[in-house]
């Protein structure tokens, strides 16, 4: 039988309103802001510091821990609830004249992913709806992060500058992302196109399950198969026959989260056909940023985020129950598209391409509303999104750089840390 391979983590951490527990310490008192009660706030004044012992706690390995140690970038890889408590925080004097629009609430250049015939900005499982600083400042810092760690000369401020004018052009009219950057074809060469070469990859992608978390994975996917089959009907339920399931313990930020591949049969008994399906629990939603995050229901809101910003729909997705708790988050599922690859900074090999990447993010997170908005409302999103980014534009600039120093002081302090 062919199937679908599901690969999970369930070392979890406990999670606090800012995320991991491992980089989430008290944060600093505060007045509170236009309001007299404790619970009105506009972020949290709270540090990029990790702790390593949460850490291990949570069951990050060595290797992975000698990778955050390697790299400030890295490091901040593990930040983005801060990034965004930091962010709103900062710019709390403005909060009322910040429009709402839909935000990834994680972009930084790594989340660029590329199949074979797609490319684009990724991984929703922090998007929401907040202000537009959000993205412009952890992208931003993003790059002044990745400059350090260049191989070539590297301009952070040219690339922000890059950054931040495609993004106000994308605002003011529908943006052009017909030309993939230089990097898409040289990734695509690097990935497995051949589907059987791509399969043997991703098997090697994927850990034991235990015997029980196996069982309960098994369980929960006949629920997910019956959606699916009543939400597609043109698809059999041997599409949906389980080949392989395990473990996945891919990613930086989300290295401790639970996160499950699975294999499946696909539209034929021939191996080749499978279909690779990724199930991640996510982490539940905070309170210490300016983004909403729906606090209750499946994991739906991952999906519809995908809807409004990725560059594409998987060939499957939905949500499916995999343990017999229910005060646990369903996973959100998508599937894995052939020649799937995640950048990585040593794809980059020049400032041109750089740039390319942070005016191809520009125009995928500014220029949504134009295509995904209804018409009566687009106007006035765009008259609030450029009268907001005019006003604050100097300021997030600024703050992108000195988060990014401040990544760099907690993440020396963090390497030299037993």
């Known amino acids: 039988m062919r199937g679908v391979l599901i690969v999970g983590s369930f070392a979890a951490l406990t999670l606090m309103g800012c995320g ?47 990778r955050l140690e390697a ?22 004097d403005v909060r009322w004249h910040l ?42 810092a993003s790059i002044e992060l ?47 196109q051949r589907r059987a070469a791509w399969l043997d990859w991703v098997d090697a992608q994927m850990g034991p399950l235990t015997p029980e978390h196996e069982a309960l994975a098994r369980k929960g996917w006949k629920t997910f198969a019956d959606l699916q089959i009543a939400v597609v009907p043109d698809r059999s339920a041997e599409f949906y026959e389980i080949a392989r399931v395990g473990e996945l313990r891919m990613g930086v930020g989300s290295a401790l989260e639970r996160k499950i591949l699975v294999r499946i049969r696909g539209p034929s008994n021939d191996p080749n056909d499978d279909v690779v399906l990724e199930a991640r ?15 209750h229901g499946s994991s739906l809101h991952v999906l519809t985020f995908m809807a409004l910003l990725g560059p594409r729909m998987p060939e499957v997705f939905g ?24 950048l990585t900074l040593d794809d980059i090999h020049s400032q041109d391409e750089l740039e390319e990447l942070a005016v191809d993010a520009a125009r995928q997170l500014a220029g949504h509303f134009w295509t995904r908005f209804v018409d009566p409302l687009r106007g006035y999103q765009r008259y609030a999104q450029l009268r907001a980014f005019d006003t604050t534009r100097e300021r997030a600039v600024a703050l992108s750089s000195e988060l990014a120093r401040e990544v760099i002081v907690e993440w020396d302090r963090f390497r030299k840390t037993p």
Not at 102 to 125: C, I, K, S, Y
Not at 158 to 185: C, G, I, N, Q, W
């Open 319 to 342: 949500y499916v129950d995999l343990t017999d708790k229910p005060d646990e988050r369903p996973f959100w599922v998508q599937a894995w598209h052939p020649g799937y690859v995640e």
């Open 146 to 192: 990745a400059c350090r760690e260049a191989t070539f000369p590297c301009d952070p401020k040219k690339a922000v500058d890059r950054y931040f004018t495609e993004y106000r052009a994308s605002l003011d009219k529908m943006p052009d992302r017909s030309h993939p950057p230089t990097v898409v074809e040289r990734m695509r060469r690097k990935a497995p």
């Open 71 to 92: 790299s400030a970038f890295r490091y901040s890889r593990m930040l983005a609830g801060q990034f965004e408590a930091r962010t709103c925080w900062s710019f709390r």
């Open 20 to 66: 991991h527990a491992a980089v989430c310490p008290p944060a600093a008192k505060t007045a509170p802001i236009a309001s007299s009660t404790e619970t009105d706030r506009f972020g949290a004044s709270t540090t990029f510091r990790v702790d390593k012992a949460a850490l291990r706690a949570g069951g990050m390995t060595a290797k992975q821990m000698t």
């Open 99 to 140: 429009p709402v629009v839909a935000v990834h609430g994680d972009a930084h250049l790594e989340q660029f992913v590329v199949t074979n015939n797609t490319f684009g900005v990724e991984d929703f499982d922090k998007a929401g709806y907040g202000p537009a600083v959000v993205d412009l400042v952890r992208y931003s």
């Open 281 to 295: 629990a996510g982490e539940a939603p905070g309170a210490s940023g300016c983004v909403w995050r729906p606090a």
